[in-house]
DNA sequence: AGTTTGTACAACCAAATGGTTGCTTTATTT
DNA sequence: AAATAAAGCAACCATTTGGTTGTACAAACT
């Protein structure tokens, strides 16, 4: 097993996917995160920690605080590739075609 | 932790993304899967089995073959999820807006 | 100054994950 | 009928994952 730290990793998790859609509707810290997670803060703390290494969420020391923001461009990747599975797809039949005009 | 199969975690293992790109050509066996991974037919099994699981891939046996192919629209679960994050991420300063609105 | 708040660090844990090897079963060739 | 090819089953293994609890520490109120 290689090391894989990836957007299709980070968003994985249903816990990681629900915080990037409250970070969605602005930055918010830790704090602010936990609240209606029925997990502990070192769980969201890690799950933070794990987005942040991805790129989906960037984090800004203010006082004490931790201010977390969420990052949509690393996103690209994951829908990139769904599109590209479709295009690929789509295009089964076209080299099919392309095959039996070589054969004749 | 919850027993999660849904089809992020489908696509979080790079291997599975592989296969899914591979079956998008067209359908294949097992075997014919198994070419160009440098990993065990069993674990190619498990794989496939994983995706059957989620719907991403359907097995039809034929003969002593199992005959698989890619099925596209769970993938739409995660393309949906991209661009409804999206959405909410440009609606922040619509609704900052309508806050400084309702001020006046 | 003392208390509260927001977070970090570390150790620990059960379950899941991704992989392996060995053996069996079932079709298909030869 | 014998050999081969495609796949299934089961046990096992190391690592990762998602979570916990306990302790410590710095910033911000009172």
């Known amino acids: 097993m290689i090391q ?6 980070a ?3 249903p816990t990681r996917r629900m ?3 409250k970070l969605s509707r602005g930055p ?4 602010g995160i936990i609240e209606d997670f029925g997990v502990s803060r070192q769980a969201i ?3 933070i920690k794990i987005l942040n290494e991805c790129g989906v969420v960037s984090i800004t020391p203010k006082g004490r605080e931790q201010v977390c923001e969420v990052r949509m461009a690393p996103l690209d990747e994951v829908s990139n590739w769904v599109a590209e599975s479709r295009t690929i797809w789509g295009q089964r039949f076209q080299q099919l075609g392309k095959f039996l005009d070589d054969e004749k």
Chains 1, 2 share one sequence.
């Open 45 to 47: 703390a890690k799950h």
């Open 19 to 21: 915080i990037i859609q």
């Open 28 to 31: 918010q810290n830790l704090a």
């Open 11 to 13: 968003i994985s998790d």
């Open 4 to 9: 894989r730290r990836d957007v299709f990793q």
